[in-house]
């Protein structure tokens, strides 16, 4: 069974450019969270869908967005990059919605903001 | 607020000693406590879990203390070899999915000198 496949692993954008990260998850896993990996900061969460729809967000401004499409596989999109955009970003699936389930992650994308 | 706090950015230790991570929490309401290990340029991969109902979980050289009264969790790895150096997460999930699915530690980055 393929993992979590997240593209592209490496953006090298300046700032006020906009990027779109694509992440594909395991088959049969409807729930997909995305994460900000920074030096010190651990992982921090940006938004989970399953079914299409948000169902939980982070606090991160307004130019992080994302949706999912009818097939699971999903996409994050950052606005007007600031330098501090600089980060690891992971995708997560899951199977279902539950509290107690174990993330399955991706290699991430690493974002670098000029 | 950081509700999931891992207090050691890093631990160095020989191979062959124990190596002990520790993480500490502030909600009440987290019942599922998980570490992750992460090496550079790959995702987080899922280690070893513990219900809060139970206080110790082992899998192998790995094993998962959980003190609820103290609301502490420490990771121990006996013996540690060189090819455990990584950074480790812990993470917490509620009933409640506030903040997330999992909530993460800022990692701590383990090293193991042969």
């Known amino acids: 069974k393929a993992g979590v496949t997240q593209t592209p692993r490496y953006l090298i954008k300046t700032r006020g450019q906009q990027v779109t990260l694509s992440c594909s998850p395991i088959?049969?896993?409807?729930?997909v969270s995305w994460y900000q990996q920074t030096p010190g900061q651990g992982l921090q969460f940006l938004f989970e869908?399953?079914?299409?729809?948000?169902?939980n967000k982070g606090n991160f401004p307004g130019r992080f967005s994302g949706r999912q499409f009818s097939n699971s596989r999903s996409e994050m999109n950052v606005s007007t990059l600031e330098l501090g955009d600089s980060a690891l970003y992971l995708c997560?699936?899951?199977?279902?919605?539950?509290?107690?389930?174990?993330?399955?992650f991706g290699s991430g994308t690493q974002l670098s903001v000029l | 607020d950081q509700q999931v706090k891992q207090n050691s950015p890093s631990l160095s230790v020989q191979e062959g000693r124990i190596s002990i991570l520790n993480c500490d929490y502030t909600?009440?309401?987290?019942?599922?406590f998980l570490w992750y290990k992460k090496y550079p340029a790959e995702g987080p991969t899922f280690l070893i879990s513990?219900?809060?109902?139970?206080d110790k979980n082992e899998d192998g050289r790995f094993t998962v203390f959980l003190n609820k009264s103290a609301k502490h969790l420490s990771l121990h790895i006996v013996p540690s070899q060189p090819g455990d150096s990584a950074v480790y997460f812990c993470?917490?999930?509620?009933?409640?999915?506030?903040?997330?699915?999992?909530?993460f530690g800022q990692g701590t980055e383990l090293s193991v000198k042969p």
């Open positions: 997560a699936s899951s199977f279902g919605t539950q509290a107690n389930e174990k993330l399955f």
């Open positions: 088959s049969g896993h409807r729930s």
């Open positions: 869908y399953f079914s299409e729809t948000q169902r």
């Open positions: 909600n009440s309401m987290f019942d599922y």
């Open positions: 513990i219900s809060s109902i139970k």
């Open positions: 993470a917490a999930s509620g009933f409640h999915n506030q903040g997330g699915k999992l909530i």
